[in-house]
């Protein structure tokens, strides 16, 4: 049915899987080329993954950082979007398969479909301990917090109480402090006055980082600022700790030689990724090497190696190409969004019988918020942290959001925050009581 609608017209045909920051701006960079653009995804919706946390947190609502694909891409007469799952590639004959049945014939094929949270061979921890990559995770991870609160204010037991009142994040890398940061300021701020039988500012979290320090990509000043803010907030940050092992109420964790457990009710993951399926079905039809997280091992130009009309780009490309150790570029947004833009540029610049340059990644700093009025920023030159680098953050989160009234509504949800530290989308749904 799609191959019908599709095969009978002409241009170049750019088939694009995956919806997220890579897929989405080489779909939007080629809205005035001279090809045919089909956007397939799982959801009918792009996700603003960095914000998932605020979701998670109950600061803003799903929709808040969520736009749909179709009215994204409404005005590009030459882009078509299809919702679908792709589950195979043929490249020898240029087809693509999707679950329901379908295929679709491409000329160019660009694979964006990121990655999700890794578990490190341990997956039978997914249950207990939730990641968060979807707007389900998000969901999940704000029910069970705000579940917790609920279950001690009918606890008697004191121990039961004080382990309901116990959150544990595993992971301190941006999304694991940024979800410290805002669990404890709902706790220790947004919460405190809700309750008649608990004091939520009596809430441990404690943040595990298997590192010797918080945001490891981060300059260790700002590493050392980040975990003096969080420590202010009331967080237990406790670097150079494993998890061995996670219970339904307990986690395992070893600090050099001793081996402790913690006792918590609520346990969150963020730590760790690995490649979407994509990788292991590109792996398969081309032979190409993935690495260990099952990336895909891209040429310079992100190109598959031996097939020129497939780029693999975003979470799922691994590129060494940029830096001498021939370390990765980091799974970040603006990674995927200059991958993205890069892959439109050249099919066009091909088109024309013309060439790019390799790709070559220019970043321009990195942040991460803490909470209220504190934040770190390195913009390489300059590194900076407090009030300063929170509004740098706000700016930089607003401006990049994908339609104009995800921004509206973020920016006045956050200024309306600010003021009455109040959290609007405090929901819990599908709750088990």
């Not at 995804?41 to 109950?58: C, E, I, S």
């Not at 009030?387 to 740098?392: D, E, H, I, V």
């Amino acid at each position: 049915m799609a191959n019908a609608a599709i095969d009978n017209q002409s241009p170049e045909h750019v088939v694009i899987i995956g919806g997220g920051f890579g897929g989405l701006y080489a779909a939007q960079s080629l809205g005035r080329a001279s090809v045919r653009v089909t956007l397939i995804d799982k959801r009918n919706f792009h996700l603003f993954q960095p914000l998932l946390y605020q979701v998670a947190t109950g600061g803003l609502s799903p929709g808040d950082i969520s736009s749909p694909l179709r009215a994204v891409l409404k005005r590009q007469k030459n882009t078509q979007v299809l919702m679908g799952e792709v589950i195979d590639i043929n490249p020898q004959d240029c087809l693509i398969k999707l679950k329901d049945g379908n295929t679709i014939k491409y000329d160019t094929l660009i694979v964006a479909t990121g990655v999700s949270h890794h578990y490190f061979g341990n997956d039978q921890w997914a249950e207990k301990a939730p990641g968060l990559k979807t707007i389900e995770d998000a969901l999940e991870m704000r029910r069970r917090i705000l579940l917790a609160f609920e279950r001690a204010e009918k606890e008697t037991n004191p121990a039961q109480r004080r382990a309901w009142l116990t959150f544990v994040i595993v992971g301190g890398g941006p999304t694991g402090v940024e979800l410290a940061g805002a669990l404890a300021e709902l706790a220790h701020s947004t919460l405190h006055q809700d309750f008649r039988h608990i004091d939520t500012r009596e809430t441990k979290i404690i943040l595990l980082e298997g590192m010797d320090r918080v945001l490891p990509p981060y300059p260790p000043q700002l590493s050392a600022e980040a975990q003096g803010e969080l420590e202010n907030l009331g967080v237990q940050v406790q670097t150079k700790t494993l998890v061995t092992n996670i219970d339904e109420d307990q986690v395992t964790i070893r600090t050099g030689d001793r081996t402790e457990q913690i006792t918590a009710k609520t346990i969150l993951w963020a730590a760790g990724m690995k490649a979407s399926p994509m990788g292991e079905v590109l792996a398969k039809a081309t032979g190409v090497k993935c690495d260990r997280a099952g990336r895909v091992i891209v040429n310079p130009d992100l190109t598959v190696p031996g097939y020129g009309n497939i780029f693999v780009i975003g979470d799922l490309a691994n590129f060494p190409h940029q830096y001498d150790d021939g370390k990765p570029l980091p799974g970040v947004a603006p990674v995927a969004m200059q991958e993205g833009q890069y892959v439109a540029s050249l099919i066009q610049k091909r088109l024309k019988g013309e060439a790019l340059p390799p790709f070559h990644y220019t970043d321009y700093g990195s942040l991460a918020v803490i909470g209220r009025n504190a934040a770190v920023v390195n913009l390489g030159f300059i590194q900076f942290s407090g009030f300063l680098a929170w509004l740098t953050w706000i700016f930089v989160h607003i401006f990049f959001l994908i339609e104009f009234d995800n921004k509206i509504i973020v920016m006045v949800q956050w200024a309306w925050g600010y003021f009455t530290r109040n959290r609007g989308a405090r929901l819990i749904t599908n709750s088990e009581d």
